[in-house]
């Protein structure tokens, strides 16, 4: 019963088009991914906290991890009919909700830098997307907190050394990784993270495009212990703190202040302590463990990601606009601007969580007027 009365308070304050009573708010976060994963154990939590402070305690967060709440794909719908008040989006869960976005989360960042990626693709919905902030307004939500992956690369149950060897592999791929895939002649396959798992053990797919440190964190690595040593490129963003827009707007002024804080800090720790960190010491004890080797290739698969990325920027416009984008290739063309100075302050900012949030905070956040939201 206390959620839907502070849903009806919260209503009846927008109704009168004022901001919702000063007393103390308590707000769920709905989260899909397991509750030991880094963003339930650690950032989440600390991004509450660092919020609870700004606020002095006049906005609290209760964080319901695994699932309990809405998967996924669900977790958008959830969000917007305020079954919870935010989560964490994929934006190509729903590319037909969010075609904007899902163009940028499928485009291939060369190389091994996800800090530039993250900083880029923040920077590119924030302040150079009228059509991501409008596609996530339409869902009535708010597109915060975005973060990138690792590289992806092959982890595979035999040997892929050759991209000749890639066709017709049963190869499970999300993200920019599914269209190289696509066009090397791969048998892609939809499953879930987990039920690349099963599938893996019992010869359903012959490898996982993704994080190699989900060697270790899904277990790929007691099955799939090849894998090809190239980077398949960087995806972003994801979204961790996708925010109903009407619970953000019933917020003071500093309590919205104190959120887009939150945004930049959630994104710099998933994006370093994450999947740079805690990657790499999850690829070592995959390795140690499941005795995964990683397969060295020829030049053969330079010469694909060339051809992939020769394409690309056509193809991936084209597909948006037939969402209905009208600015993609405006979109497309100042993301990838700003990977070139985003490649830049990555080296300043190194493996400094602190200094990414403060850098994201400076360049991005700081010039978004929450009245534009």
């Known amino acids: 019963?206390?959620?839907?009365?502070?849903?009806?308070?919260?209503?009846a304050a927008l109704a009168a088009g004022v901001a919702a009573p000063a007393a103390a708010q308590d707000y769920v976060y709905g989260s899909w991914?397991?509750?030991?994963d880094w963003l339930n154990a650690g950032a989440l939590p600390e991004m509450f906290n660092r919020i609870a402070e700004e606020t002095d305690g006049a906005v609290t967060w209760e964080l319901m991890?695994?699932?309990?709440?809405?998967?996924?794909?669900?977790?958008?719908?959830?969000?917007?009919?305020?079954?919870?008040?935010a989560g964490?989006?994929?934006?190509?869960?729903?590319?037909?909700?969010?075609?904007?976005?899902?163009?940028?989360?499928?485009?291939?960042?060369?190389?091994?830098?996800?800090?530039?990626?993250?900083?880029?693709?923040?920077e590119t919905i924030m302040l150079n997307c009228?059509?991501?902030?409008?596609?996530?307004?339409?869902?009535?939500?708010?597109?915060?907190?975005?973060?990138?992956?690792?590289?992806?690369?092959?982890?595979?149950r035999q040997p892929i050394t050759t991209v000749e060897d890639i066709r017709g592999k049963r190869i499970r791929a999300s993200g920019a990784s599914l269209g190289i895939l696509n066009e090397a002649g791969a048998q892609v396959i939809s499953a879930s993270l987990t039920e690349a798992v099963t599938l893996l053990q019992r010869g359903g797919l012959d490898c996982v495009a993704g994080v190699s440190g989900w060697l270790k964190t899904f277990g790929y690595g007691e099955f799939a212990k090849h894998v090809t040593d190239f980077s398949l490129g960087v995806s972003s963003p994801v979204l961790a703190l996708w925010l109903n827009r009407e619970v953000f707007k019933a917020m003071t002024r500093d309590?919205?202040?104190?959120?887009?804080?939150?945004?930049?800090?959630?994104?710099?720790?998933?994006?370093?302590d994450l999947f740079i960190k805690q990657n790499a010491d999850n690829v070592a004890q995959a390795v140690s463990e499941f005795g995964v080797e990683f397969v060295p290739v020829g030049e053969d698969f330079d010469t694909m990601m060339a051809a992939y990325q020769a394409q690309e920027r056509e193809s991936h416009i084209s597909r948006a606009e037939g969402f209905g984008v009208a600015d993609a290739?405006?979109?497309?063309?100042?993301?990838?601007?700003?990977?070139?100075?985003?490649?830049?302050?990555s080296e300043e900012i190194g493996d400094d969580v602190e200094k990414f949030a403060e850098v994201l905070w400076n360049e991005v956040y700081s010039k978004v007027d929450p009245d534009d939201l």
């Open 1 to 11: 019963m206390k959620r839907y009365a502070r849903t009806a308070a919260l209503a």
């Open 33 to 36: 991914v397991p509750a030991t």
């Open 65 to 85: 991890p695994g699932g309990q709440l809405a998967g996924g794909v669900e977790t958008f719908a959830a969000v917007r009919d305020l079954l919870m008040d």
């Open 88 to 122: 964490v989006a994929v934006p190509t869960y729903v590319p037909d909700l969010t075609p904007a976005m899902s163009m940028l989360y499928s485009t291939v960042v060369p190389g091994s830098d996800p800090v530039a990626a993250a900083g880029a693709s923040v």
């Open 130 to 156: 009228p059509s991501c902030l409008a596609e996530a307004r339409a869902q009535d939500a708010l597109p915060l907190g975005g973060y990138a992956g690792a590289p992806f690369y092959l982890m595979c």
């Open 255 to 272: 309590q919205q202040i104190a959120h887009l804080r939150g945004a930049a800090y959630v994104g710099a720790t998933q994006t370093i």
């Open 329 to 345: 290739a405006q979109i497309y063309d100042a993301y990838a601007e700003l990977l070139v100075k985003w490649r830049v302050l």
